[in-house]
C-alpha cells in the first residue's frame, strides 16, 4: 500500500507539470514573437514558479526513474549541455538585448522632468499635464513619475501609461 504523502503528491505533481509546461511553452513561444499582449509576459515569468513546483514533485515521486535516466550516456550528456547552456546565458557574448536596456529605460523616464516626457511622447508638455489631471494626478512641467507616484501613492506604471498608451 503506497504511503499517503506520496499518493497525494502523485496526483498532482504530474498534472502540474504537464499543464505548467504547456502554460510556459506557449507563453514563451508568444514572448519570441514579440506578442506580449495583456499578461503574456507576466504569467510566464511567476507561472514558472508553479512548473518548478511541479517538476520536483515529479522528479520526487519517480525518483528512481530519473536516476535510471542520469545514469545512460544520453542522460548525463543531455543534462551538462543544459547546464552549459544555461552557464552561457548569463554572458550577452557582446549582444546588446532589449531586456538588458529595459529597465536603464525606464528608470530613466521615471526620473525625467514631465515636460521631457512629453517631447519623447510627442505631445505638448501642456496636454500631456492635462491627461494627468483628467486621471486626478496633479502634475508640473518639472515633477518626475517618480514624485508623482510618491505624491499621489500611484504605480510608476500606471503613470508611464498616461504618458506613453492610447486613452
Given at each position: 500500500m503506497p504511503k499517503p504523502n506520496r499518493l497525494r503528491l502523485r496526483t498532482w505533481a504530474t498534472p502540474v507539470t504537464i499543464g505548467a509546461f504547456i502554460l510556459m511553452s506557449v507563453t514563451g513561444i508568444l514572448m519570441i514573437f514579440d506578442w506580449e499582449h495583456g499578461l503574456v509576459t507576466v504569467t510566464h515569468q511567476w507561472f514558472s514558479w508553479i512548473f518548478v513546483v511541479g517538476v520536483c514533485a515529479h522528479i520526487a515521486i519517480n525518483v528512481r526513474s530519473f536516476k535510471n535516466h542520469?545514469?545512460?550516456?544520453?542522460?548525463?550528456?543531455?543534462?551538462?549541455?543544459?547546464?552549459?547552456?544555461?552557464?552561457?546565458?548569463?554572458?550577452?557574448?557582446?549582444?546588446?538585448?532589449?531586456?538588458?536596456?529595459?529597465?536603464?529605460?525606464?528608470?530613466?523616464?521615471?526620473?525625467?522632468?514631465?515636460?521631457?516626457?512629453?517631447?519623447?511622447?510627442h505631445v505638448s508638455p501642456e496636454d500631456l499635464i492635462n491627461k494627468f489631471k483628467a486621471g486626478g494626478?496633479?502634475?508640473?512641467?518639472?515633477?518626475?513619475?517618480?514624485?508623482?507616484?510618491?505624491?499621489?501613492?500611484?504605480?510608476?506604471?500606471?503613470?508611464?501609461?498616461?504618458?506613453?498608451l492610447p486613452e
Open positions: 542520469l545514469s545512460s550516456g544520453w542522460g548525463r550528456a543531455s543534462m551538462v549541455a543544459f547546464v552549459l547552456v544555461l552557464g552561457a546565458s548569463f554572458f550577452s557574448w557582446g549582444l546588446i538585448t532589449g531586456p538588458q536596456l529595459k529597465d536603464t529605460i525606464e528608470q530613466s523616464l521615471v526620473d525625467a522632468p514631465i515636460s521631457a516626457l512629453a517631447g519623447v511622447a494626478i496633479n502634475a508640473t512641467g518639472e515633477k518626475s513619475i517618480r514624485e508623482l507616484s510618491e505624491e499621489f501613492g500611484v504605480s510608476e506604471n500606471r503613470l508611464l501609461a498616461i504618458v506613453f
